[in-house]
């Protein structure tokens, strides 16, 4: 078919571009209908627009396409395709200048909205005027702010203010909760996962998507334990610590939301937060039904809010307190939960500005010790084969007790 040309679009160019790796490649095609696609073998996927997986790679074909706003939200749109549609009309729809390149079968750059000279300036900047009629890129941009800032790449002026008028708007309300933790854990997933929560909140967006998290800003604790002070830099420089120790979104997400309770003190009990950890807990819970947060990022987040200032206070526990602490966290059959909450609270420690950053956290290795001194404790056969069940509870806790004593040196 002479007339159908296939171009490389999207995320490959740009991260060839930037010397990177590309992770995936999509290509649109150009002059072709669904029937030619699936005569070529082709296999269709798209449910709203025709996407095709190639016979042989199984990487993404689409129809160049354009779009046209006609209601609210991420999914107002009605969507064209013809073999008319051109690939600069197909590009025209993207939402920054370094994801609107592509490539032809010869591998010659068309890059009609600049976003080579957009990457050399290490610039995140809108397509066009259309940018604001998506309120999910918003979110897409913050989150592409945090993959490059490593990078030196940073927000455009001039797209900053389309955000905040997105916000202004009130068009972030239309967004489904599922897109928003889709981009939300995404982003927790990069390399610099503060800087999508800055972006939000430079334009608005952190306030009414996150008000749990906004809450945050301005709020002082005691500065004998946090010599930041402020409750919303604590969280983000905990969290910068927490994507230097471990990838896990999970964890990542638990330490961003382990203090939200603090938001909800009174302002007359300031510094002091007494109860936050319980507070915290049962917002978070308010917090991930509404954004549909997925059971595993809940479950570990609402353990760290909970039991954080404990963990911290591992070496001035009593060994039945160190019990119960295992317990409260099912550290004994959920093991590799357990030390995720370890490295949550680790990064909770050492988030309070640069001194304490690189600080030791000897109550992980505590800790850790405690609970294997503990799960290694064995009755003797003959007096479980004699003994009734809250009997043999009883001897297994004291044991486990005496074991911690003698692990930790009590």
Known sequence: MPHMKIFLVGGAVRDRLLGRQPHEHDYVVVGATPDEMIALGYRPVG??????????????????????????????????????VTLEDDLGRRDLTINAMARDEDGTLVDPHGGRGDIEARMLRHVSAAFVEDPLRVLRVARFAARFAPLGFTVAPETMALMRSIVSSGELSALVPE????ETERALGEDRPTVYFEVLRDCGALAALFPEIAALDGVPQPPKWHPEIDTGLHTMQALEVAASLSPDTTVRFAV???????????????????????????????????????????????????????????AELRPATVLELLEATDAFRRAERFD???????????????????????????LRRARDAAASVRLDPAFVANSTGPVIAERVRANRVEAIREALGA
């Open 179 to 182: 897109r928003v933790w889709v």
């Open 47 to 84: 449910k709203d627009f025709p996407v095709f997986l190639h016979p042989a790679t199984g990487e993404q074909y689409a129809l160049a396409r354009t779009e046209r706003k006609t209601g609210p939200g991420y999914y107002g749109f009605e969507t064209r395709f013809s073999p008319d």
């Open 340 to 366: 995720r909450l370890l490295l949550a609270c680790e990064a909770d420690a050492r988030g309070r500005g640069p001194e304490l950053r690189v600080a030791p956290y000897p109550q992980a290795r505590l």
């Open 256 to 314: 961003l939301v382990h203090d939200l309770g603090k938001g909800l003190t009174p302002r007359e009990q300031w510094p002091r937060h007494l109860g936050h950890e319980e507070a915290g807990a049962k917002l978070i819970e308010v917090a991930c039904a509404r954004l549909k947060v997925p059971n595993e990022h809940r479950d570990l987040a609402v353990l760290v809010a909970r039991h954080h200032a404990k963990v911290h206070r591992a």
